[in-house]
């Protein structure tokens, strides 16, 4: 395994969620103790069984059998890979939570009102916090992105964020809508007056570390709570739906696009390309996910009708 592993390296792949998953794996097969020829589609059968309940874990580690065995096969340590016609369970659905544009600006203002203004010790931190929420929801950005940026990041002339790191390692450019750029421009001059020391991030923390994500966290759900949003994900029949996360705002700033593209009588499809750049994607069909649900109360009635289907069942 670690000669795949180092191989899929000099191919240029991540190893890390690889190894993590072939662990797994060897961790199976050494409880097992099997060996080498036992290892046929019947004794991955067993671990399919085995995962009934983590289906998604078991179509992870399908995956990753495959490859190494076929590796294996390339080496001619196997004859051929047992792994080819053992079947995957079917993916579900999932329907992520989505915010609809009025739902988002009454969020922002009770996580604005939330910030404890009285409280010289979490002030700045809870402003920062919710300027990250800010970010999220204007420019549909995910969880960590805001927290990494450096204070150069933002360029206030331009209004523009420059993201680098990300999940697919693709850094970018974007624009800031003027609403965020102004709330950015205030929080800056406040910034300045209250952070000592030289610590580089644009949302300060501790010890000249970036804002813990759990401030974020913290004043999101407090907000959802407050508007009585806390709903709990829920799985009907082969549907997952999402419960309002911090990442819901990055769902909602492309569904509510996509919308608006539409309502002025552009088309979703052709809008995919520009909002795949925005948001960071390596591909469209990442973005394309997006048009799966029109908007907010599109959702709601998905949900609806799912649990109508359920209880008729």
């Not at 209004?159 to 974007?174: P, Q, V």
Request: glycine share 8%; aromatic share 10%.
């Amino acid at each position: 395994m670690e000669e795949y592993l180092s191989y899929r390296v000099c191919l240029g792949y991540n190893e890390k969620g690889l190894r993590r998953i072939l662990s797994r794996l060897d961790r199976y097969i050494r409880e097992q103790a099997a060996g080498l020829g036992e290892l046929t589609p019947g004794f991955f059968l067993g671990l399919k069984v085995r995962h009934q309940k983590k289906q998604t874990t078991f179509n992870a580690l399908l995956l990753a059998a495959r490859g190494f065995f076929a590796y294996l096969q390339r080496r001619q340590i196997v004859p051929e890979n047992p792994l080819l016609d053992v079947q995957s369970y079917p993916p579900k659905a999932f329907i992520p939570f989505v915010f609809s544009p009025e739902q988002t600006d009454a969020l922002l203002s009770a996580a604005q009102k939330n910030i404890r203004k009285q409280d010289p010790a979490c002030f700045l931190r809870d402003y920062a916090a919710y300027l990250s929420i800010v970010l999220l929801a204007r420019c549909g950005m995910r969880i960590g992105e805001p927290l990494r940026l450096s204070l150069p990041d933002y360029r206030a002339d331009e209004r523009t964020l420059y993201i680098e790191k990300t999940k697919f390692h693709k850094n970018r450019l974007i624009p800031v809508p003027a609403g965020a750029a102004r709330q950015l421009d205030i929080y800056l001059r406040v910034r300045g007056a209250w952070v000592a020391g030289d610590n580089p991030y644009l949302f300060p923390g501790k010890h000249g570390r970036p804002l813990n994500v759990k401030n974020l966290a913290r004043l999101f759900e407090q907000s959802v709570l407050q508007m009585g949003l806390n709903r709990k994900k829920s799985i009907i029949g082969n549907t997952s739906f999402g419960r309002p996360t911090p990442h819901s705002l990055r769902h909602s700033f492309a569904v509510n696009t996509l919308k608006a593209v539409r309502d002025r009588g552009g088309s979703p499809q052709n809008a995919l390309a520009v909002l795949s750049g925005y948001l960071g994607h390596v591909k469209y069909r990442y973005t394309a996910v997006y048009l799966k649900v029109l908007d907010a109360e599109h959702r709601n009635s998905l949900v609806d009708f799912a649990i109508g289907r359920q209880e008729e069942i």
